[in-house]
């Protein structure tokens, strides 16, 4: 019998079992119906892949655990000495499990004392997050189930390429497409907008124009749904007052999408009695990515969709645990339980689950892109330690990331593979990963799942629980403050989670065990979980949602005749961010390529298949040339997904938003040109 | 640095909201704040209040009171109230008002504000009979809303045609059938010569037009009476130059009271945003950006802009109430007319206002979607989810795979291409027997 449990690999945690062999079988889940992914049937070809690390390394050297981790604990000693706690920083990873990310929060806190601790989920999800907490007062990707979405007449997905990020979630969309009520948002006819029914292709970086256009249409046209607006909402007066300067012609003549797509598209959804407005990083990573998710969930809002069981406003959560990720305690100004750090009676309930005053714990720290730029600077940290990330491919302005990591005096990495950040390290840490080990996770819907060892860890490696309990004794602390049991480590976190937003306090590894489908808030042993938010009331004070107006302002550089096309980037369906892992899958070879249009590319002199270079002002990277008319021909395409001179980000805009610090990686202005 | 603005309509509001945090005051004449104008169009029909089309604006706002006279030496002006105003900077956004033409005993309505559209809608009835003198934009933007509130309507066009300066002969008249179609009645290449008032109009060809309401639609004239007062330079409009100042270097002038203004909203915001922009210690000019004329109402969607030179490609289907013109010079769209194509509407709109280069596909670009989308799936990929191509899937089915599906995991991600591999695998079990 096989082992059931969970993909290694996006947010949709496709249900899975593990034979031994070892070898992927298909299991039913409601999220995939037994289906998965060319990631997700290949995945276990990483487990004894002969690039997998399985001896520590200092200074190049292989080394004991022992040697390792004494080195490690003297150097940010040292360090901790002579430049104070915060010049020691952690960056976490959106595809930790709930005890990894809530222990190396803890772990940063108490025993490092630092306040600069930031995760890879700044990249993803945090204007979702920002904006979605701000709106509802709670944020949970997806606040019902995926699998409501297939009872779903209409779906609207803004700057979500579903079919290749998490293609199973397709079958759930079956009956809106076939009812022609699927909508795709896209500058370019991705997988999931070849299955549309509409596809409104805007301008990149204009999404806030389109969003505002469609609520004009829906005030205008009759579609707004006053009632719900009245009864469940505040703050839609100055909303409209801003929307009402958008007009569909004027918002028509910024985004470049007809007036009449986007009548047509708020019809589809107004005349749906079930419908959903789904958002990805699309439209999020951008300087401006609350203000534009925040004009989405408007619209939603003046639709009267939110908080209605069939209908609803939900974020496509993209790494696997970006959920649980954003929940326990790895994020610069976070406690756990989804707890503000700068919250006094949060501080005061997390110590006393810790075990230490109030007054000891940091305060916020820098965000993921502000604490990379700051390494080995005047005042910055000196040491770094990484978990479950690899910032040398996926943070923005790569080139000059690159150099910030190279300007550290200590670099410590744990990896299971030599990513291209654990190159740069000077002490790289072998850790198990998903099948060797034991560890809960929160999908895209917010429920918690198991995730169960099938394998022995390889010798040589170290769970990441134990390093973190290691490090901190060698530091100075107790060994029962630092757990390394999963099941243990989830205890605690149950408790530090209690009465805060993201409660797991009812949730046990028994329960999940007997397969309990349990969606956070779970307050208690008998609480049946929460599947669908909102129904009774938004989670604000008073029960109504707070709709704040946004004003579209545009993307954080201009076109120049030297630089005139937008560069776009994102993921394609057999690689996953950053690639450490699936470049290594032979079945997933995949080539770095630029979508282009023909006549785009016929102008720099470049055809189908050639090899190009996509300047920006920050850098350049090269790709294969892979002309296609469904694309804007004033856009390019290139996913991030690889390394050295193929890294997309050495061309992103290091542009961050003002509330959630997300980078602009999803428009920057380049010229392309033959190598 | 105390700002000055004469007038408080849509470029009045803009101006001031950029300003915001200066010294600024507005002084309107209308006895409420700014508002948008081209969603008068709905108040009419009742789908918006005057309330849903206020906008934002900014600084101290004077309602309900003109500014009746300008010093520029003392640097002062004078409200209707006899109270007065000094300045440092004054900016005249007094906008442009109705023409009406020479119709003897016209006793005609105009829409240029709010309350206009309040005092018509408040008579509107179905069935009541409406003349509508002029047929352009505004006339037919009015007439179709009033049809669509169940009133009779005529549009009386002096030219021969609708809209004559932007559409040839063949565009007019497919623009005329979808007006018919929508309830407008036109009088093309009739002219009022008398009115009746509460009983109609005398045609020019002797014909009697029942009307219990006139309107008047034939155009608007920059309201410049200010400026004269204040001696500054003025032909048709406001004088400027490309830094928006008048004659007078404390005095400018923006949106449609400024000469050669097209009465376009983006034309008189770009305006605001520049002086905003230079009245801050910015340099930006203004650059006149190309007008484009859109005919605004449910079911008929009409776009022109640029010049049709001799060459243009042309396409034209009456029945299905489409047109398109088109007209590349030098590999740029050069000029546009397109009515019911509302996809090739945005994209050529666009390729024209940013001067990009127009693609090589020149039908489809005026089709825009109505071509059969693009090819099938790249490098014949059948299954995009487990990446398996419709060759893997025929190798597999001919080296024996009694399901090659199944072998190839082929339909295990998203399930779309279930039914395609059925197909194949049908097609070539048919193939062998
Ligand atoms: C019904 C209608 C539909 C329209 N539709 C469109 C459209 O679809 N697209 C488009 O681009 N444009 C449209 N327009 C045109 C658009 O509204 C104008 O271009 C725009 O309003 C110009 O702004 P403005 O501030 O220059 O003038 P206005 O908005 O006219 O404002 C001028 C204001 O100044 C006041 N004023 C004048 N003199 C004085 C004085 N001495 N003292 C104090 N106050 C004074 C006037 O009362 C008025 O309130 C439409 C206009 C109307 C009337």
Redesign the pocket.
């Known amino acids: 019998m096989g082992v059931p449990t969970h993909c290694p690999y996006c947010a949709l945690q496709c249900g899975m079992s593990l034979e031994p062999g070892p070898a992927v079988a298909a299991r039913s889940f409601p999220v995939n119906e037994g289906a998965l992914c060319r990631k997700g049937w290949s995945a276990t070809a990483l487990l004894d892949h002969p690039e997998r690390l399985r001896t520590p390394t200092v200074d190049g050297r292989a080394s004991t655990w022992d040697e390792a981790l004494d080195a490690v604990a003297a150097r940010l000693l040292a360090i901790r000495a002579e430049h104070g706690p915060d010049a020691v920083a952690v960056f976490g990873g959106g595809g930790l499990t709930n005890e990894k990310a809530y222990l190396l929060g803890k772990f940063a806190r108490v025993a490092l004392g630092t306040a600069q601790i930031d995760y890879n989920g700044r990249f993803c999800m945090s204007s979702a997050a920002a904006a979605g907490l701000r709106a509802f007062g709670v944020d949970r990707g997806l606040p019902f189930p995926v699998t409501d979405l297939a009872a779903a007449d209409a779906v609207m997905l803004v700057g979500a390429n579903v079919a290749e990020t998490m293609p199973p979630l397709v079958r759930h969309l079956r009956r809106a497409r076939d009812r022609g009520g699927l909508i795709t948002v896209d500058p370019r006819d991705s997988a999931t907008a070849e299955l549309a029914a509409l596809r409104l292709r805007p301008r990149p970086g204009t999404d806030l124009a389109l969003a505002l256009g469609m609520l004009h249409i829906a005030v205008a046209e009759g579609h707004a749904d006053k009632s719900y607006l009245d009864a469940r909402t505040t703050g839609f007066a100055e909303v409209w007052r801003v929307a009402a300067g958008w007009w569909p012609?004027r918002a028509e003549a910024v985004t470049g999408v007809a007036a009449a797509d986007l009548r047509a598209a708020v019809e589809i959804l107004a005349g749906a009695e079930r419908a959903y407005l789904l958002t990805g990083r699309g439209t999020e990573q951008h300087a401006t990515g609350v203000d534009q998710v925040t004009g989405w969930i408007n619209l939603a809002l003046s639709l009267g969709l939110p908080g209605r069981e069939g209908s609803g406003y939900g974020c496509l959560t993209g790494q696997g645990n970006g959920q649980g990720g954003r929940e326990h305690g790895q994020k610069a100004d976070q406690l756990p339980g989804y707890r503000s750090i700068t919250d006094p009676a949060a501080r005061a309930h997390v110590a006393g689950v810790w075990g230490v005053p109030a007054e000891s714990l940091p305060g916020p720290g820098r965000s993921a892109f502000e604490l990379l730029d700051a390494l080995g600077e005047p005042g910055g940290p000196r040491a770094l330690i990484v978990f479950g990330s690899n910032p040398a491919v996926s943070a923005p302005d790569s080139a000059r990331i690159h150099r910030r990591l190279s300007a550290l005096d200590l670099l410590v990495v744990a990896d299971l593979v030599p990513s291209e950040t654990a190159r740069l390290a000077h002490v790289v840490l072998p850790v198990p990963q998903w099948a060797e080990e034991d560890g809960t996770m929160t999908n895209l819907e917010g429920r918690v799942l198991l995730r169960r060892r099938a394998y022995p860890a390889p010798p040589g490696t170290m769970g990441d629980l134990r390093i973190l309990r290691e490090l901190a004794v060698r530091l100075g602390q107790p060994a029962e403050r630092f757990p390394d049991e999963p099941e243990e480590v989830f205890a605690e976190l149950r408790r530090a989670s209690a009465g805060g937003l993201a409660d797991y306090s009812g949730v046990t590894y028994e329960r999940l065990r007997a397969g309990e489908a349990l969606h956070w808030p779970c307050p208690d042993a008998a609480h049946p979980g929460t599947p669908r938010l909102f129904l009774d009331g938004f989670a604000h004070p008073g029960g109504r949602a707070r709709m704040r107006p946004a004003e579209h302002t545009g993307p954080a550089e201009a076109l120049t005749p030297d630089r005139p096309l937008w560069l776009t980037t994102g993921r394609v369906l057999a690689q996953y961010q950053s690639g450490a892992q699936t470049r290594r899958v032979p079945e997933l070879a995949t080539e770095m390529r630029v979508e282009v249009h023909p006549d785009t590319a016929a102008r720099a002199g470049l055809a189908d298949g050639d090899l190009a270079r996509v300047v920006s002002a920050r850098g350049a990277f090269t790709a294969r040339v892979h002309c296609t008319t469904g694309i804007r021909a004033d856009t390019l395409f290139a996913p991030f997904h690889f390394p050295g001179e193929q890294r997309a980000n050495l061309a992103t805009h290091p542009a961050l938003d003002p509330v959630s610090r997300m980078p602009e990686f999803k428009v920057a202005a380049v010229r392309l040109e033959r190598p | 640095m105390r700002i000055v603005i004469?007038?408080?309509?849509?470029?009045?509001a803009r101006l001031a909201e950029r300003l915001g945090g200066h010294d600024v005051t507005v002084?309107?004449?209308?006895p409420r704040p700014?508002y948008n104008?081209?969603l008068?169009?709905k108040v009419l029909t009742g789908t918006l209040t005057a309330d849903d089309v206020a906008l934002t604006g900014g600084g101290t706002a004077r309602l309900g009171v003109?500014?009746?006279d300008v010093d520029p030496r003392a640097r002062r002006v004078t409200l209707a109230d006899g109270t007065g105003l000094p300045y440092d900077v004054l900016v005249l956004?007094?906008?442009?008002r109705p023409w009406t033409p020479p119709v003897e005993n016209l006793d005609a309505r105009v829409?240029?504000?709010l309350d206009d559209?309040l005092a018509l809608a408040a008579e509107v009835r179905p069935g009541t009979e409406i003349a509508v003198l002029g047929g352009g934009?505004?006339g037919l933007?009015?007439a179709l809303a009033l049809a669509s509130m169940r009133a009779r309507v005529t549009v009386v066009q002096p030219a021969g045609r609708l809209l004559e300066r932007v559409l040839d002969d063949t565009a007019s008249a497919v623009l005329e059938r979808q007006c018919r179609h929508h309830g407008v009645s036109v009088l093309a290449g009739a002219t009022a010569v008398r009115h009746e008032p509460g009983e109609g109009l005398k045609l020019d060809d002797g014909t009697f037009l029942p009307a219990a309401i006139v309107i008047a639609a034939t155009g608007v004239r920059p309201?410049t009476?200010?400026a004269e007062r204040a001696g500054l330079a003025v032909d048709g409009g406001v004088i400027v130059d490309d830094g928006l100042r008048t004659s007078d270097p404390r005095v400018y002038a923006?949106?449609?009271?400024v000469r050669g203004?097209p009465?376009?909203?983006?034309?008189?915001w770009r305006q605001a945003d520049v002086l905003a922009e230079r009245l801050t210690g910015g340099e930006r000019r203004d650059v006149p950006e190309p007008p484009v004329t859109?005919l605004?109402a449910s079911g008929v969607d009409l776009t022109a802009f640029g010049r049709l030179d001799p060459d243009a490609l042309r396409f034209s289907d009456p029945a299905g109430g489409r047109y398109g013109a088109l007209s590349i010079v030098d590999g740029r769209v050069g000029g546009a007319v397109l009515l019911g194509l509302p996809d090739a509407a945005a994209h050529l709109a666009d390729l024209h206002a940013t001067g990009a280069p127009a693609p090589a596909d020149r039908l489809a670009l005026l089709f825009g979607r109505a071509l059969p989308a693009g090819a099938a799936p790249a490098g014949g990929l059948v299954c995009r989810c487990a990446g398996v191509t419709r060759a893997f899937l025929v190798d597999a089915w001919r080296a024996g795979a009694p399901d090659p599906a199944a072998a190839t995991r082929a339909g295990t991600g998203c399930g779309d291409c279930r039914d395609r591999i059925a197909d194949l695998i049908a097609r070539l079990e048919g193939e062998s027997a």
Not at chain 2, 27 to 30: C, D, L, Q, T
């Open positions: 012609e | 004469a007038g408080y309509g849509m470029a009045a002084v309107g004449e209308e700014a104008r081209l008068l169009a003109a500014v009746s956004a007094t906008g442009a829409l240029r504000t559209h934009v505004l933007e009015t309201r009476e200010l923006i949106g449609d009271c203004a009465g376009l909203v983006a034309h008189a859109r605004r």
